[in-house]
């Protein structure tokens, strides 16, 4: 590993800590890095979320304000967050390397087309009345659901909770995106025990990620919320596309 891939890593683990805080789709920025330094799609995969975990937590912890009162939200949803995640890294490793290198571009552009339409997504969840405070058994399975695809994949998944529980949650988008931060980083750590267990990680694009993302999330959690969001979006649907056409060819 050349010192400039070791600065692109980690570069791309403090984007990917801060994006995942405001946006939720920082696996868009650290895993088409590790593909373009000639990882494969699993191992990339798999020592991204092993290194997004600090990111995930140092997040979480960062918007510790807005979990106030939260408490049994938080545990009813973490419950579905760590059984959807360890089932989500299960299903990554028992299914052969061939389909997840066909799966991957489709999320990848669902990630996209999700990531575009967060404005629309916001928008609907500002107008929209929510009326519960746990949403019933159904939008516990739907937060069940998102955390399987968190922890075979992950990209967007922030954008994917963020949804559910807007559409059907009585809070604010505030409070809502601090239980999105808990949830992210309950999936990561899940899927991330077990890839440390039975996965193929590198260590060293692992550890790199792990530095930058946990800055990345303390600067993410402080400052986020100021910098224009159009260029996050931007730049995240671009390193999308990038990443889509990578692996095609």
Sequence with gaps: MSLLDVVAIVAAGFAAGAINVVVGSGTMITFPTLLALGY?????????????????????????????????????FGLAALVGGAAGAVLLLALP????EAIVPVLIILACVLVAAQPWIARRLKERPAHREHGGPGVWLLVLLTAVYGGYFGAAQGVLLLAVMGLALSDTLQRLNAVKNVQAGLVNLVAGLVFMVV?????????????????????????????PPLVLRVVVVVVGVVAVVLLVL
């Design 40 to 76: 494969p799609p699993v191992v990339a995969n798999v020592s991204n979320t092993v290194g997004l975990v600090p990111g995930s937590l140092v997040g979480a912890w960062g918007y510790r304000e807005e979990l106030r009162g939260q408490r049994n939200r938080v545990l009813r």
């Design 97 to 100: 390397p061939g389909a997840f």
């Design 199 to 227: 996965g193929d990680v590198d260590w060293a694009a692992a550890g790199l990620i792990a530095l930058g993302s946990a800055a990345g999330g303390l600067v993410g959690a402080r400052v986020g919320r100021r910098l």
